[in-house]
């Protein structure tokens, strides 16, 4: 593990953030790297990109890179996975401060296709953005792409570390856990439902067309959300990661997952 804390930096003014979290071993330094290649191709105005992380090596050098952020949380700040999972860490983007990011910004999944425009989701107002989960019916949402301002939610891990047993007794896992909790201070807001779609739910062919029809790019789709299996590379070799789903290699993954 390096123990470089920080590297790299920008004061620029109205320049927005987008942020990742690269934790263990699941996701290696080319998920990092090919996020900012997207996003540095489907975002025109000005933005700090930074990934954090408990291992900077093969992170490109033209990355902002920083260690994963410490927030009085004993499990969090050993840079642990939490009891209920590692996804727990996105919270940790809601520390106050947050090095020297402020502002409005964005945080993405690492196994995420971007095939359409950024700017649009700095465009709607709202203190949190999110996307629906599409197979809840409360109010709960899909952290793999939120919006927020740096230090406007530090209330939701003070609330956790509070009482972490009683603050995560109904939920499940991080998205949640903030989603609820935003919700309840009528602070909760989605993106437009045909933005951020799921590859599994809305590329993926029905069966059996599966088996004849390559996965497609929902119409006016910005972000393609990969949850559970496949993966990215998974799909663009056509490998499903379950024996009931059947995925035909993906071609138009490697026009945009680059």
């Keep these: 593990m390096s123990q470089v804390t920080e590297r790299g930096s920008s004061s620029e003014q109205n320049t927005v953030?987008?942020?990742c979290i690269k934790w263990g071993k699941k996701y290696g330094a080319d998920y990092?790297?090919?996020?900012?290649?997207?996003?540095?191709r489907h975002l025109s105005r000005p933005f700090r990109f930074v990934c954090f992380t408990d291992d900077f090596e093969g992170i490109n050098d033209d990355i902002e890179v920083k260690a994963i952020p410490k927030i009085g949380f004993k499990d969090f700040d050993e840079q642990l996975p939490w009891t209920k999972g590692h996804g727990w860490l996105k919270l940790t983007c809601f520390a106050n401060p947050l090095y020297d990011l402020e502002g409005p910004t964005l945080f993405l999944d690492l196994d995420i296709i971007i095939v359409g425009s950024l700017d649009e989701f700095f465009e709607p107002e709202g203190d949190f953005m999110v996307i629906k989960e599409w197979d809840k019916s409360d109010a709960t949402g899909n952290t793999s792409v939120f919006r927020f301002n740096i230090g406007a939610h530090e209330d939701a891990l003070e609330h956790l570390k509070n009482d972490p047993e009683a603050a995560t007794a109904d939920v499940r896992n991080e998205q949640e856990y903030i989603t609820h909790f935003v919700d309840r201070q009528n602070k909760l807001k989605y993106w437009p439902e045909k933005w951020c779609r799921s590859f599994k739910r809305h590329c993926l062919r029905p069966f059996p067309l599966s088996f004849f029809q390559e996965p497609r790019i929902p119409e006016e789709a910005k972000v393609i959300i990969f949850h559970g299996k496949p993966h990215p590379d998974d799909a663009l070799e056509g490998r499903s990661g379950k024996w009931y789903r059947k995925v035909l290699p993906t071609k138009w993954i490697a026009e945009y997952w680059r």
């Design 17 to 19: 953030n987008v942020i």
């Design 32 to 40: 990092v790297n090919t996020l900012h290649s997207m996003v540095s």
